[in-house]
């Protein structure tokens, strides 16, 4: 059974930083992709950014690019996103998925397992 739990958010000051973490548990994931998104009240969930767990190919929303970078520490089991310069409208939750292939997938239903988000708000 793949678990994730996501870790790391909180509030902020806008021009902030927050670093999201999540453990994954429950499987080899060397063949997985990993994702984040996040949903705003009111508003579809978004991509955020996915990583391929065995060679690191990186793919992120193209207006987040140089503000959020994700990671992985394979001995851990964990991804990370680190967040800076944070805005208002960053505010939302923010999910880790799991894909069971390694490429890139932006589209929330390509993803097979979720996290149960963790709540970032910036305040300006």
């Known amino acids: 059974q793949v678990q994730l739990v996501e870790s790391g958010g909180g509030l902020v000051q806008a021009g902030g930083s927050l670093r999201l973490s999540c453990a994954a548990s429950g499987r080899t994931f060397s063949s997985y992709t990993m994702g984040w998104f996040r949903q705003a009240p009111g508003k579809e969930r978004e991509f955020v950014a996915s990583?391929?767990?065995?060679?690191?190919?990186?793919y992120y929303q193209d207006s987040l690019k140089g503000r959020f970078t994700i990671s992985r520490d394979n001995a851990k089991n964990t991804v990370y996103l680190q967040m800076n310069s944070l805005k208002p409208e960053d505010t939302a939750t923010y999910y880790c998925?799991?894909?069971?292939?390694?490429?890139?997938?932006?589209?929330?239903?390509?993803?097979?397992?979720w996290g149960q988000g963790t709540q970032v708000t910036v305040s300006s």
């Open positions: 990583i391929t767990w065995s060679d690191s190919n990186t």
């Open positions: 998925a799991a894909h069971v292939g390694r490429g890139y997938f932006r589209i929330s239903w390509e993803y097979n397992y």
